[in-house]
């Protein structure tokens, strides 16, 4: 009972619209109770979709209002029910009516918690031939569809529900290490673990700091700077630190920049785990005005994040239209002071971890058109190797969960990137 009520009181507030952050030591001292819930929550956030349509068809007038944990201990029941049937159907049930019986705004809805759950059941195999196109919002879908075609929209579908396997940047080749880990090369100096049995602080090399936790896609754009060692490199908005890692591995002298300051204690963290002592500034990006400008910026900036779906499947619910607009004027401000702080002959890396075209490519062309003295320094397909097929023709660098990097075979986040040169 615990253990379903820490994982309901946990998915309403991502159903309110917070971020989805895993249960931890401190929420389930068991581990395998951790594991659990959040096994429970992460399935009815992937299902999201087609367990909205299952609630449109079990619920007649629809979710009550003010009903406290009802919405949430419904979505993991019929999760578990459909999705989980490993768990059993009894304890979806009896758990179900429980845990809104000790909710006072949810106990008098017990009786319709139980007629519910039992018509799903009897239901469950029909619910469980369901259309996997249902668990794409249809907005997002019909744009992507338009920007990566219809095969690849299919693949994201199945990337949702199989989530993300473990991506490590190394901080230095060592081929031992990675036969120690189970993992297998990327791109570059990036490894993956396709499994795990443990925790990740418990994996062989985390406590000498020998490598980061770095999708292979994030990884991307630190190795575009080409800069010669030495240069001085701004990273805006640079917690947790990955890129940071990066930029000082390439030889760099790196400032660290963030305006989060309860951020910036696990960025410091991180860097003395890595053996790394970057400069670190707590500032606004977007008006940050440095003593002398930067060789080179990199700017991951503040962005829809629906790139990041198989990790955090809950941007497809909690991202609006309104929303991706006020991120693309943010990241406007951003582009516009960066270049402000780039010194000429300079190099200004533009990322986001998004699949929206407004967030990147789009992006591109008001920047080209809005500050002049920038211009577009293409990539080139030979500097991504084993990833040539990202690389437009334009140069700019579009990855999707449909694309597997290297010798990987379960994908990638989508990000896109772009390179600029400062000319005057």
Not at 21 to 41: C, E, F, V
Not at 312 to 320: A, C, F, G, K, Q
Request: proline share 5%; hydrophobic share 45%; net charge negative.
């Amino acid at each position: 009972m615990k253990l379903r009520l820490a994982a309901a009181q946990r998915l309403k507030t991502v159903l309110a619209g917070e971020h989805f952050t895993p249960l931890g030591a401190s929420d389930l001292a068991d581990g395998r109770d951790r594991a659990l819930a959040n096994r429970l929550i992460t399935t009815a956030l992937r299902r999201h979709g087609q367990i909205d349509v299952m609630l449109a068809d079990l619920l007649e007038k629809g979710l009550p209002a003010r009903a406290g944990s009802f919405e949430a201990v419904l979505r993991l029941s019929l999760a578990q029910l459909v999705f989980l049937p490993d768990l059993g159907a009894h304890s979806a049930l009896f758990l179900a009516v429980e845990a809104v019986t000790l909710d006072a705004k949810a106990r008098h809805l017990s009786g319709l918690m139980n007629a519910v759950l039992r018509r799903a059941q009897a239901n469950s195999a029909r619910y469980g031939l369901m259309d996997d196109a249902l668990l794409l919002p249809e907005h997002f879908a019909t744009g992507w569809t338009a920007a990566y075609g219809a095969d690849a929209v299919a693949q994201f579908a199945t990337a949702l529900t199989e989530g993300a396997p473990l991506d490590l940047t190394l901080r230095d080749n060592d081929p031992e290490l990675i036969e120690a880990l189970g993992a297998e090369p990327l791109l570059a100096d990036s490894i993956r673990l396709e499994s795990r049995d443990r925790a990740v602080e418990a994996l062989p090399g985390y406590d000498e700091g020998r490598w980061w936790v770095q999708d292979a896609a994030s990884a991307i754009p630190a190795r575009l700077m080409g800069l010669e060692a030495g240069r001085s490199v701004l990273d805006l908005c640079a917690a947790p630190g990955g890129k940071t890692a990066q930029l000082i591995k390439a030889g760099y002298k790196v400032t660290a920049l963030d305006s989060d300051g309860t951020r910036l204690p696990r960025l410091r963290q991180n860097m003395e785990r890595l053996g790394y002592a970057p400069g670190v500034v707590e500032a606004d990006a977007a008006n940050y005005d440095p003593t002398s400008p930067f060789d080179g910026i990199l700017l991951d900036a503040p962005c829809s994040a629906t790139g990041t779906f198989r990790r955090h499947p809950e941007v497809l619910w909690n991202r609006s239209a309104r929303d991706i607009a006020g991120r693309v004027t943010l990241q406007q401000a951003l582009l516009t002071n960066a270049f402000r702080c780039l010194a000429p002959g300079g190099t200004l890396i533009y990322c986001v971890c998004s699949l929206e075209p407004a967030e990147g490519e789009q992006q591109v062309t008001w920047a080209l058109d809005a500050l002049p003295g920038l211009e577009l320094w293409p990539i080139a397909p030979g500097e991504m190797t084993g990833l040539e097929q990202a690389v437009s023709a334009e140069g700019l660098i579009r990855t999707h969960p449909a694309m597997s990097p290297g010798n990987g075979n379960a994908g990638m986040d989508g990000f896109f990137v772009a390179r600029f040169r400062r000319t005057r």
